[in-house]
Each structure stands twice: as C-alpha cells, then as structure tokens.
C-alpha cells in the first residue's frame, strides 16, 4: 500500500487531461489505486437501468477517479499548487508547503 499526501476535503488543481488546471475539493482518496475523486471534475456518462432507488433509469454524469498524479494540492496560505513535505514537530508530523514553508495541516 501506498502513502497518500491527499486527504478528504483538500483542495486540488488538475494538472495534466481533459480537466488541465481546473480545481476542486477531494471527495474521496483511494491509495490501494492510487487515486482521488475530485468533486465536479473528471465527469464521465454512466447509464443506469430503472430501479427502486432512480426508477427512470436513463444517463447520469458522475465523478470518475483520477490518478493521484495528475493533481497537486493548492496551499491555502499562498494560493498555489505545490508539492507537500512533512516535518515533526512536538511529536506530531505534519504537512508542509513546499513553496511557502507554512504548514497546510496536521497529519
């Protein structure tokens, strides 16, 4: 298993596909795949047959992962995409901006 540096609710900007620098909100984070669901991006047609819970059936649009490779976080503190670093401090690991030095938040 992989260590993932993305967590639910992170904000993310895409940076390679057919969504290149759009951004959203982590909904989801898969590390046994390597990916991230990211809300409102990565869209893909899904046809669904009539059942209890959506008796109409017919076309949804739904959010498809991503590999976690083709999005960097953006740091709240500059506003930037960047790459994460960790640091301890007072025992605790946390995650570092890598362009600004602040600290996005505690691990």
């Not at 639910?8 to 984070?29: F, M, N, P, Q, W």
């Not at 008796?55 to 490779?69: D, N, S, V």
């Not at 503190?77 to 362009?99: D, P």
Request: proline content about 6%; overall charge positive; some cysteine.
């Amino acid at each position: 298993m992989t260590l993932s540096h993305f967590k639910k609710g992170d904000t993310v900007v895409v940076i390679a596909g057919k969504d290149r620098d759009k951004s959203g909100k982590i909904l989801e984070v898969y590390p046994k795949g390597q990916s991230v669901i990211v809300e409102g991006l990565n869209r893909v047609k899904k046809h669904m047959k009539p059942s209890p819970q959506f008796p109409t059936g017919g076309i949804i649009l739904r959010e498809a992962p991503l590999h976690w490779g083709k999005v960097m976080l953006v740091c709240p503190h500059c506003n930037k995409a960047t790459r994460i670093g960790t640091k301890v401090l007072s025992e605790k690991k946390v995650r570092v901006c890598k362009k600004c030095g602040e600290i996005v938040d505690e691990t």
